[in-house]
């Protein structure tokens, strides 16, 4: 099958190699240089406002595509030498059909808001992202390809005035936050997104059409008259103080009691660095970074899984830049960089290049789980260098070629003892992974892209589990992804093939699961009868199939599924599962029925449910200690929003394992969680996150008054709380104070 798969992907490419895919047109329209000055102040009476042009052909997307949408919008642009500025006029015209609330920045994108996106390069790839929503709450981020990142955070201006015909907005972005060519024609592009949440509605400007596959910046219009514009040569320093205070106590089994309480008081001081040597490229430094602003880690359910649990970035230094890192295989995963204690970071562009490189010494104490092939404990990483480097170039438009290059020298604390069978082994004294590799992606058509990569790696081990192979051993491999798509906003069909060999490492990236050929098909089908309850519903079938080295089977999937859009702001989706896994040396065959329900319709709740049921593998230490039982999971979630200044995310996800149904519970877990957030203005907010894991018995609290200026000039105070189970009573654990306070200076 593996051998099936690669020939019919060789057979797609040379059918529609032969066409070179066309360019599409764009609409254009021009930015005005502004006469006098500007006041950001949400209305737009200043007479450069009337000079400029403005864009008013907005239309529907996703659903009823084309069509005017109910409320009309307008959109004028306007520059000078230091910023370049958006003003929106967005009509409302129902009373009280403002959907929007003051909320912390970044969470407003289920709000009424409109999204400026700015194509800098213009190459229609990458873009700049800007929302504001009618009370002037903030959101940016980086979008490639067709999914914005939210972790990036700009310094730009907003305000907004709202009246009983809508409202309107002035959005100054510096040039000194964008990156750019000086040397251009003077075109940058343009991509504007409008939603309307009480009619269900989407518009942009241009029409963003379903039938072209690719990025989305590949339908944006073209910004010109943006000549003369000067960019780099800033100086960004970003100083912390901080201090904290942290209590923890413990059980002794041996007095069977709590431990005496351990106290460890600190300050620490650090320092980030950005420098823009050109209008294109960004230098970062960090020295000893402090990341206690950043918010908690959601609890993860981590009982009977196969795979190692996989937790998102939101630290300021690995989000710069961060899209530039990205390839098909995964290789960059920087959570692995536990304990910064120096880096530094190179991003941007020179001429059709992207470029990237980071270097940083890491203290250790990140997870090795999830790293590849040969010995991994999955336990804490010895303290060691990362470095990065990616370098990619455009041609046409929508394909280009990359190359990344990854490495990890580890180096254990000479004297570190490990036992396996109680032979007791000292740790070699250092270790180091390199991977190399080669991507590629060329669309070939309106509507067929291919993505490629080939990655390569050597190893000498660093981390020891059972030596074997032994603790000094070398080893290396190869990995590939190759995926074909299409899409004519009608049909969507995906083919692709994955293979992680048996002795692939990244110890940088994030695997799942080596020793494995992947090869599958996705493919959907979009049915829209717009009528009064339904607005769209689509067929989907996907399937996949893995292969070992040998060629044996060792998992495959098929799953028939339809989502269901419904009027006002409801989805539904039915999906089943059919499948089989081999664990050890048995093959499990295993059957599962999921449903799926959104519905946003008030404005002060929506509420999601999922819920999972059918057999499932209890994943024992042999094969006499697996068996197939009955596995149900169930996630809900609640976002209640009793007025615009409060915000209540409420979660609850349980996972109940059987040794059949309705009979033989072996666990039942629940993992709880109630993030609040009180907005008193856009700059100062109060959060509370309680979260309980049954499993674990234990309940974390945190809670943090936060002032934020700008993103990097802040001031938090904040608590951490456990509370455990010993004993059949609950024990408060740890507790810890902080204060930070950092300022970004801006020259």
């Not at 059909?97 to 390069?121: E, F, K, M």
């Not at 290396?476 to 994955?498: C, E, H, M, P, V």
């Not at 666990?667 to 203005?681: C, E, H, I, S």
């Amino acid at each position: 099958m593996a051998k099936a798969a690669r020939v019919l992907i060789i057979a797609l490419l040379g059918a529609f190699l032969p066409a070179a895919a066309r360019a599409l047109d764009h609409p254009a329209v021009a930015a005005t240089r502004a006469g006098g000055s500007l006041r950001v102040d949400g209305v737009l009476d200043e007479p450069d406002w009337a000079r400029a042009e403005p864009i008013t052909d907005f239309r529907l997307i996703f659903n009823r595509e084309g069509e005017v949408p109910a409320e009309s919008t307008e959109v004028r642009v306007l520059f000078d030498d230091g910023r370049i500025y958006f003003g929106l006029r967005c009509a409302n015209r129902t009373p009280g059909a403002i959907r929007a609330s003051l909320t912390p920045r970044d969470q407003n994108l289920d709000d009424d808001n409109v999204a400026v996106h700015l194509d800098t390069y213009h190459d229609r790839r990458r873009a700049y992202v800007f929302v504001v929503n009618p009370y002037g709450v903030q959101a940016d981020g980086i979008l490639t390809g067709t999914e914005p990142d939210f972790d990036w955070d700009g310094v730009w201006d907003a305000e907004c005035t709202r009246d009983a015909q809508g409202w309107s907005a002035e959005i100054a972005v510096p040039l000194r936050t964008l990156r750019f060519s000086e040397r251009g024609d003077g075109v940058w592009g343009l991509w504007i997104r409008r939603q309307v949440t009480k009619k269900d509605e989407v518009c942009s400007w241009p029409l963003w059409k379903l039938s072209v596959a690719g990025d989305i910046m590949l339908q944006g219009g073209d910004l010109t008259g943006l000549t003369g514009l000067k960019g780099g040569g800033g100086l960004e320093a970003q100083p912390y103080v901080a201090s904290t205070r942290s209590d923890t106590r413990g059980w002794s089994d041996s007095r069977n009691s709590l431990t005496d309480w351990s106290r460890d008081s600190r300050s620490d001081a650090g320092l980030d660095l950005k420098v823009a040597p050109s209008g294109t490229l960004a230098a970062n430094l960090t020295f000893n970074p402090d990341y206690s602003q950043v918010e908690a880690d959601a609890l993860q359910i981590d009982v009977n899984r196969r795979y190692a649990l996989y937790y998102p970035e939101k630290r300021p230094f690995f989000l710069e830049g961060a899209e530039i890192f990205a390839t098909p295989l995964g290789l960059v995963y920087t959570r692995r960089m536990a304990d910064p204690l120096a880096g530094g970071k190179l991003t941007g562009r020179a001429g059709r290049w992207r470029l990237g490189a980071l270097a940083l010494w890491d203290d250790g104490g990140g997870s090795t789980a999830g790293i590849g092939g040969g010995p991994s404990s999955g336990g804490p990483s010895p303290e060691g260098a990362f470095a990065i480097t990616r370098a990619a170039v455009d041609v046409g438009e929508g394909s280009g070629f990359g190359l990344l290059a990854t490495a990890h020298y580890s180096r254990w604390p000479r004297g570190v003892i490990f036992t396996a069978d109680a032979n007791p082994q000292t740790a070699p004294d250092q270790g180091y992974n390199l991977v190399l590799a080669g991507d590629a992606r060329l669309r070939l058509s309106r509507t067929t892209i291919f993505t490629g990569q080939v990655a390569t790696s050597s190893t000498v081990t660093d981390s020891v589990a059972n030596f074997s192979p032994p603790p000094t051993a070398r080893f290396s491999d190869l990995a590939y992804d190759a995926t074909l798509a299409y899409t004519d906003g009608i049909r969507d069909l995906k083919l692709f093939q994955q293979y992680f060999g048996p002795d692939f490492r990244a110890e940088t990236g994030f695997i799942k699961r080596t020793d494995t050929r992947k090869s599958g098909i996705n493919s959907d089908f979009y049915v829209r009868p717009q009528n009064a309850w339904l607005r769209s519903w689509e067929p989907i079938l996907n399937g996949y199939v893995i292969h070992d080295r040998a060629g044996r089977i060792q998992e495959w999937w098929v799953s028939p599924m339809v989502d269901w859009k419904l009027q006002k702001q409801f989805r539904v989706h039915t999906m089943y599962e059919r499948s089989m896994e081999r664990w050890i040396s048995r093959d499990y065959r295993q059957n599962r029925y999921i449903l799926e329900l959104e519905s946003s319709t008030l404005r002060a709740i929506a509420l999601s449910a999922e819920m999972e049921v059918g057999e499932g593998i209890y994943y024992g230490p042999s094969d006499s200690a697996s068996f197939l039982g009955w596995t149900e999971e169930y996630r809900y979630q609640a976002t209640l929003r009793p007025s615009p200044r409060l915000t209540a995310e409420l979660t609850a996800n349980q996972n109940r394992f059987s040794r059949g149904r309705g009979r033989g519970v072996l666990y039942d877990v629940w993992v709880l969680g109630a993030r609040t957030t009180y907005q008193f203005t856009r700059r100062l907010y109060a959060r509370v996150y309680p979260q309980v894991d049954t499993e674990a018995e234990h309940v974390d609290l945190d809670a943090l008054l936060g002032y934020v200026i700008q993103p990097g000039s802040v001031l938090y105070a904040g608590v951490n709380a456990d509370v455990d189970r010993f004993n059949g009573h609950r024990y408060s654990t740890g507790r810890t104070f902080f204060l930070k306070a950092s300022y970004r200076f801006l020259r």
